[in-house]
T-cell receptor, first 112, second 113 residues
Framework: GAGVSQSPRYKVAKRGQDVALRCDPISGHVSLFWYQQALGQGPEFLTYFQNEAQLDKSGLPSDRFFAERPEGSVSTLKIQRTQQEDSAVYLC??????????FGPGTRLTVL | AQTVTQSQPEMSVQEAETVTLSCTYDTSENNYYLFWYKQPPSRQMILVIRQEAYKQQNATENRFSVNFQKAAKSFSLKISDSQLGDTAMYFCAPGGSNYKLTFGKGTLLTVNP
C-alpha cells in the first residue's frame, strides 16, 4: 500500500487479556516507531526499530509491553495482562531516513 | 532529553485570516529537526512542515511557515489564509539524532466560517 497501515483499528479487551497490534510500514522504510497517545495528549515514544533491530525501547512503560519486527518489515506490539491504564491510541510510524515520520491511522485500545 | 511546551491549548480563527501557534522546546542535541504535525479529528497524523535546525532560513510550505529562533528555542507555526480544513490538533515535535520525536501536548485549532 501507499501508506502505513495498522490493524485492528479498534480493540476492546478485558483487563488481564493479552493483545497484539500490527503495523505495516511503507515498503522500503528502514525505521519504524511505536507511540502511545492518551486521550487529549500528544503521542509519547515507546520504541524504535531500524530494520529488525530494536535500537531503543526506553519508552515501553512496563515489561508487559513487547515489540518485534522479525523480518524488518511488519511489526507487532504486544501487551500482556492489559490494564485500564493501557487504554490509548497506539500509533505506528515509519521513516525512510533522517526525515519525517509517516504515521498510520492508529489502533484505539480500550481495556474494560 | 527533549521537552516541548505548547502554551495555547486551544485557538480559533476566522476563515481567511492568519493565526500563529507557539512552541518552545529544550534539547541537548546539536543537530536536530523540528516538525509541525496536524491531526484532524478522527484522522491520522500528517506532516505540515519541517525545519532543519542548522538552517537559518525559515521553512515555508504554501500557506504554512515557521518562525524558528534557535537561540530562544522557539518554533512557531503561522497559517495564512486559514481554511476550514485546517481545523485540527497541531503538534510541535523536535526530533534528534536518535530519530524519535518528542511531542507537545498540542494546540486545538478551530477555523470558523
Amino acid at each position: 500500500g501507499a501508506g502505513v497501515s495498522q490493524s485492528p483499528r479498534y480493540k476492546v479487551a478485558k483487563r488481564g487479556q493479552d493483545v497484539a497490534l500490527r503495523c505495516d510500514p511503507i515498503s522500503g522504510h528502514v525505521s519504524l516507531f511505536w507511540y502511545q497517545q492518551a486521550l487529549g495528549q500528544g503521542p509519547e515514544f515507546l520504541t524504535y526499530f531500524q530494520n529488525e533491530a530494536q535500537l531503543d525501547k526506553s519508552g515501553l512503560p512496563s515489561d508487559r509491553f513487547f515489540a518485534e519486527r522479525p523480518e524488518g518489515s511488519v511489526s507487532t506490539l504486544k501487551i500482556q495482562r492489559t490494564q485500564q491504564e493501557d487504554s490509548a491510541v497506539y500509533l505506528c510510524a515509519s521513516s525512510g531516513g533522517y526525515t519525517e515520520q509517516f504515521f498510520g491511522p492508529g489502533t484505539r485500545l480500550t481495556v474494560l | 532529553a527533549q521537552t516541548v511546551t505548547q502554551s495555547q491549548p486551544e485557538m480559533s480563527v476566522q476563515e481567511a485570516e492568519t493565526v500563529t501557534l507557539s512552541c518552545t522546546y529544550d534539547t541537548s542535541e546539536n543537530n536536530y529537526y523540528l516538525f509541525w504535525y496536524k491531526q484532524p479529528p478522527s484522522r491520522q497524523m500528517i506532516l505540515v512542515i519541517r525545519q532543519e535546525a542548522y538552517k537559518q532560513q525559515n521553512a515555508t510550505e504554501n500557506r504554512f511557515s515557521v518562525n524558528f529562533q534557535k537561540a530562544a528555542k522557539s518554533f512557531s507555526l503561522k497559517i495564512s489564509d486559514s481554511q476550514l480544513g485546517d481545523t485540527a490538533m497541531y503538534f510541535c515535535a523536535p526530533g534528534g539524532s536518535n530519530y524519535k520525536l518528542t511531542f507537545g501536548k498540542g494546540t486545538l485549532l478551530t477555523v470558523n466560517p
